[in-house]
């Protein structure tokens, strides 16, 4: 293609504080009643004056510490007037002039996308159109909840990279547990804005699109973009400013609004709140409460665990099931006296296996999430070691694991109960072996004459009578001496 994808977003996201932005009404996004949230300050009454919620500005300069953002000293709100049934005030709490934080960015795969600013303002309240019906509900629960907007500058190149960043982000997030950021439910909401170009300097003119409720549309309506501008200006066509939407069953964007010009929303400093001020000292605390984030766990966790580059995402993924990993492998060590678990390769893949696959097998068809998870990492530490130490086999690590879930209990105390441990003592295996083969003429017969298929037939055998708990490699061992 001869055009160079020029993309930027803008990105809101939904902040878990207890309250609303500028009153004490709860901030609840599972409320289900309508209109129950609501207060005179988030509803507008003449005369009622806001309160910043400063639970929400801590959050904001923490995700923009996390972003790598500038935070100046002071910030102001601003009023961004406008009227919407949705918006009681006639005019939404937002930044635009002094913005909490500016000039960060965020790497995806080696890519730096610039991101502009991350300010705080207030969400709407919805409007619910009746189906068949001439006429709309208002639900205002959802007015005067604090959202954060975090606008990045147009570095990004592709539709996979947009989804991507946007991935990260609802990651980086959730780390940081200033936001559920589900899309679906409308905690996060995405806008990409594109445009394409002949080259870096001379910016064609963009389209925004808006109404994207995954991650997966965002890349996709990205992709159709690419195509339908160029697509125009291979045929000499222009490109036209306007607001697209996504039509997730056509898989296309289609027009919503023509853009004539800019809106001109009368922003002003908003009169009723003071500037927020001495936000280097907001900075610092916030600072300490950063825990490590995501990139850098990566990071950590290849060059100390030396896992593969997949299974680092998946653990990364999930801040608690990463966090239970290395609980899990802190107990290995300390049961096994080490400080580093580097050089026991074995050890740690046996445990990133019965976690990513195992375990989440089973917590999924329980839907269970980790975090609710009966079993202890100490308990899980020593299932592995029973395991890797051949105390088990593999069959009954399956009915030890899935025990360990139901209840909670010792992995040793199950292997007791359920007598499961594995037998390796080759007395007591050479016995039921001598005895397999006197019963079972035939497959003996059969192996002689070179089947190969009889030997694993009898040690199904041996397996039988041992109920199972025969090591059977060194059952196969001892039956393959006695018949060769
Ligand atoms: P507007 O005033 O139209 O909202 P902004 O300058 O605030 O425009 O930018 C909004 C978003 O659009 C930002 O994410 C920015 O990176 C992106 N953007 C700006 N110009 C372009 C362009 N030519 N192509 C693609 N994205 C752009
Ligand atoms: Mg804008
Ligand atoms: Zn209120």
Redesign the pocket.
């Known amino acids: 293609m001869k055009y160079i994808p020029?993309?930027?977003?803008?990105i809101h996201a939904e902040l878990k504080t207890k309250s609303k932005m500028f009153c004490d009404c709860l901030n609840d996004p599972e409320e289900k009643e309508p209109n129950t949230n609501i207060c005179p300050i988030c509803m507008g009454h003449p005369g009622t004056l806001p309160v910043i919620n400063n639970k929400a500005v801590k959050f904001v300069v923490k995700t923009a510490l996390s972003l790598n953002c500038q935070i100046p000293e002071s910030s102001r709100f601003d009023r961004k007037n406008y009227f919407y049934p949705d918006l009681p005030k006639a005019y939404q709490i937002s930044q635009l002039y002094a913005p909490l934080s500016v000039k960060g960015f965020l790497s995806i795969n080696g890519n730096k996308i610039r991101i502009?600013e991350i300010h705080l303002e207030e969400d709407t309240g919805k409007l619910n159109h009746l189906q068949g019906e001439n006429s709309s509900l208002v639900d205002f629960n959802r007015a005067g909840r604090p959202l954060m907007e975090l606008?990045?500058?147009?570095d990004i190149v592709s539709g996979e990279e947009a989804r991507r960043f946007c991935e990260e982000l609802r990651l980086i997030f959730r780390y940081l547990n200033v936001s559920e950021a589900n899309m679906e439910k409308g905690q996060m909401r995405c806008e990409v804005?594109?445009?394409l170009g002949l080259n870096k300097k001379k910016?064609?003119t963009?389209v925004e699109i808006k109404n994207l409720n995954s991650f997966r549309a965002v890349e996709r309506s990205v992709n159709y973009e690419i195509k339908r501008q160029a697509d125009l200006l291979d045929s000499d066509d222009k490109v036209i400013q306007e607001t697209r939407g996504w039509d997730e069953n056509k898989q296309v964007t289609f027009s919503q609004r023509t853009k004539e010009g800019?809106q001109d929303y009368r922003y002003f400093p908003e009169p009723d709140l003071p500037p927020l001020t001495n936000m280097s000292k907001v900075s610092a605390k916030a600072s300490s409460e950063i825990p490590e984030l995501p990139q850098a766990k990566r990071e950590r966790f290849l060059d100390e665990y030396k896992i593969p580059q997949s299974d680092i995402d998946v653990l990364v993924s999930n801040k608690n099931l990463a966090d239970y990993f290395e609980q899990v492998i802190s107990e290995l060590k300390t049961w096994l006296k080490i400080k580093s678990i580097g050089d026991k390769q074995a050890l740690v893949k046996l445990t990133v296996n019965y976690l990513l696959t195992e375990l989440q097998k089973l917590l999924i068809d329980d839907g269970l999430k980790i975090e609710k998870c009966k079993i202890s990492p100490e308990n899980f530490a020593e299932f592995i070691t029973l395991i890797e130490q051949k105390e088990i086999s593999s069959s009954a690590a399956q009915t030890v694991l899935k025990e360990m879930l139901k209840t909670g209990a010792d992995p040793s105390n199950i292997v007791d109960d359920k007598e499961l441990k594995q037998v390796s003592d080759k007395d007591a295996l050479s016995k039921i072996a001598k005895q397999v083969v006197s019963d079972n003429p035939k497959p003996v017969k059969d192996y002689k004459e070179g089947k190969e298929s009889a030997l694993q037939f009898l040690v199904g055998k041996v397996m039988a009578a041992s109920k199972g708990q025969a090591n059977p490699e060194i059952a196969r061992e001892l039956l393959k001496k006695q018949l060769d």
């Open positions: 020029v993309i930027g977003l803008e502009k606008v990045t500058e147009p804005n594109i445009s910016l064609g963009k800019a």
